[in-house]
């Protein structure tokens, strides 16, 4: 199982950007996958995450009403738009995938797998 994001750059306070994560590897049916960011000095923290429907989804509260999590699984591809930006936002973003939708989702060491991460910058 391979993720890759992608996505990242430099945006200024108030704009948007999008993260993608590709997946590839075996099905991903069942599937939750997540978003984590991490600043230096400081632990991974969760962002958001999705169920393989798409029906459910759950974020941080520093970030819910701001990003958006999807998925296109006919694409393997999992989705973070982020809008509204701010320059705590800055990190680098993690996508990362379990086979298990029981338990909970904003633990990370509940993810098998994880992508190799994406510097978001946002300036003030």
């Known amino acids: 199982v391979q993720l890759q994001a992608s996505g990242g750059g430099l945006a200024q306070a108030g704009g948007s950007l999008r993260l993608s994560c590709a997946a590839s590897?075996?099905?991903?049916?069942?599937?939750?996958m997540g978003w984590f960011r991490q600043v230096p000095g400081k632990e991974r923290e969760f962002v958001a995450a999705?169920?393989?429907?798409?029906?459910?989804?759950l974020y941080s509260d520093s970030v819910k009403g701001r990003f958006t999590i999807s998925r296109d699984n006919a694409k393997n591809t999992v989705y973070l738009q982020m809008n509204t930006l701010k320059p705590e936002d800055t990190a680098v973003y993690y996508c990362?995938?379990?086979?298990?939708?029981?338990?909970?989702?904003?633990?990370?060491?509940?993810?098998?797998?994880w992508g190799q991460g994406t510097q978001v910058t946002v300036s003030s």
């Open positions: 990362a995938g379990r086979s298990f939708y029981s338990g909970n989702w904003i633990i990370e060491s509940l993810y098998a797998y």
């Open positions: 999705v169920e393989w429907s798409g029906s459910r989804t």
């Open positions: 590897g075996r099905t991903f049916v069942g599937w939750v």
